[in-house]
């Protein structure tokens, strides 16, 4: 059984939380862009500098970078069996590339997990996450630029996958082990079995 999943939802809304339980519930791994190029900022890499110099302004890596870093991804061995993807695509142009990779691979996405969350509990969510991780990306100003980015260029993705019948809406609000347990029964439902 492959499980070829995406989770959508603004940030602050725990999709990379519950992108990282439910991959490991399907036994896929998470791929999260955010955390690929954390890692190469870390690291120091040529393309750590030129994602850390992007972010610094609260601006989003362009799509031909992140659809680079994602397919270079996806064809790992690990990926073969499925993956849950957790912040890609994140606009039209990216939904195309995805598409087109997959295609060539004779896939297709078994579902798009939406979590949804209010803007003002993001906002709360993430102002108190830059205080206890000392995150300095998060002033107020970048969230709320960030969301608008988010409700401008990433939602609308949703509104194609709607459209394909992919989208499972599950609501954001309430404890982890409860929003894990959601995304669970609505997976399985649409016919995808856990791993474990």
Known sequence: MTARLLIVGPQGSGK???GVRIAEAFG???????DVFRANISEGTE??????????A???VPDELTSAVVRDRLAQDDAAPGFLLDGYPRNLGQ?????????????????????DVPREESISRLTKRAEEQGRTDDTAEVIAHR????????????????????????DGIGSLDVITER???ALIARGLTPAS
Not at 47 to 56: E, F, K, M, R, S
């Open 28 to 34: 896929v791994p998470a791929v999260s862009t955010g």
């Open 147 to 170: 969301l608008s980015i988010y409700e401008n260029e990433t939602a609308p993705i949703l509104d194609v996958y709607r459209e394909r019948g992919l989208v499972v809406a599950i």
């Open 58 to 60: 609260g601006n989003l």
């Open 16 to 18: 990379g939380t519950q």
């Open 183 to 185: 995304i669970l029964t």
């Open 47 to 56: 393309l750590g500098q030129q994602v850390q110099a992007i972010i610094a």
């Open 95 to 115: 939904v195309g590339d995805l598409d087109a990779f997959l295609e060539e691979r004779g896939e297709s996405l078994d579902a798009v997990i939406e979590l």
